[in-house]
């Protein structure tokens, strides 16, 4: 009996070994199919890319394109632009396909990488953006693009001497760059690189602060002469696109009653009250004196009381 056992044990795992194999066996040949009949293996990839109306922005291909066969974009179904290897065909847009002009020459393509450029982007312009790779290694990549309105410029009104700040709207990371313009003149709150301009400088000094984790920027002690348009340029950029953002703020400070006189003109009118005030001053004291020694009215010249009529007696 013992033995018999064991020979049926024997049989039970060479068996469950004998199916454990064919499965292998089955699992090595559906592989094999696949790569067999299969023309190619194509890599896929999806990046989101959430834009603000009025952005430009840069899909990144992340190759060299002298070392691809082709490069094409498509916008849905629509090809919108192409860059071959040796830069022999490109094309953008309508180039691409006759009487197609949604992007209307909004779009570039960078020739040593094949990156996509679209600018001054719109609502319209959200939608899903497929690069196609073609090399000894094809590739596939999505952008999904979405864009939103944004409002008109901010405005912020405030009276003189107060305080404003404006908000960036976003935080900084360490490969964004920042810059802020005043009527077209940069600034920023390094008060050593604080304007571009002499007269920036005079406007500003000491009056500018930088948050360094949003970027934002708030003037002190604001003055009538800050009254403007000021504008952030922002510079986004990872590995999969980069952004260049530009947002705007309309400055409106209303001076207080009075404060409006230059500080010359202050100390003229503060030096004129002193001497008028001076010489009020010296008129009475003048007037003083000369009630002291006036010569009362009774009294001759010699200092002697006119006699009385009474006693003067006829002769």
Known sequence: MGAANADEHLLIRIRIRYLRGKVKMKL????????????????????????????????HTGVETNQQDDIKWYFGDTR???????????CTDVQCNVGTERFRDRLKLDHQTGSLIIMNITTTDSGEYILKIISNNDSEKIFSVSV???????LHEMTERESVTLDSGVIKHSNDVMTWYFNETE??????????????????????KLDHQTGSLTIMN??????????????????????????RFSVSVTAVPGSDLSPAAVAGIVIAVLLVA???????????????TAVPQNEDDDGNSPPDPKSIHLR
């Open 28 to 59: 090595i040949f559906n592989a094999l199919a696949v790569t067999l009949f299969l023309p190619y293996h194509v890599a896929f990839d999806k990046v989101s890319v959430s834009l603000m109306e009025g952005d430009s922005v840069t899909l």
């Open 80 to 90: 919108i632009a192409q860059i071959t290897g040796d830069l022999s065909d490109i």
């Open 148 to 154: 939103t309105e944004v409002p008109a410029a901010e």
């Open 187 to 208: 600034i920023t709150g390094d008060q050593s690189k604080i304007c571009t301009d002499v007269q920036c400088k005079e406007r500003f000094r000491g009056r500018l």
């Open 222 to 247: 604001t003055r009538t002469t800050d009254s403007g348009d000021y504008k952030l340029l922002i510079n986004i950029r990872n590995s999969s696109f980069s952004v260049t953002r530009v947002k």
């Open 278 to 292: 001076a010489a009020v001053a010296a008129g009475v004291v003048n007037y003083h004196r000369r009630s002291r």
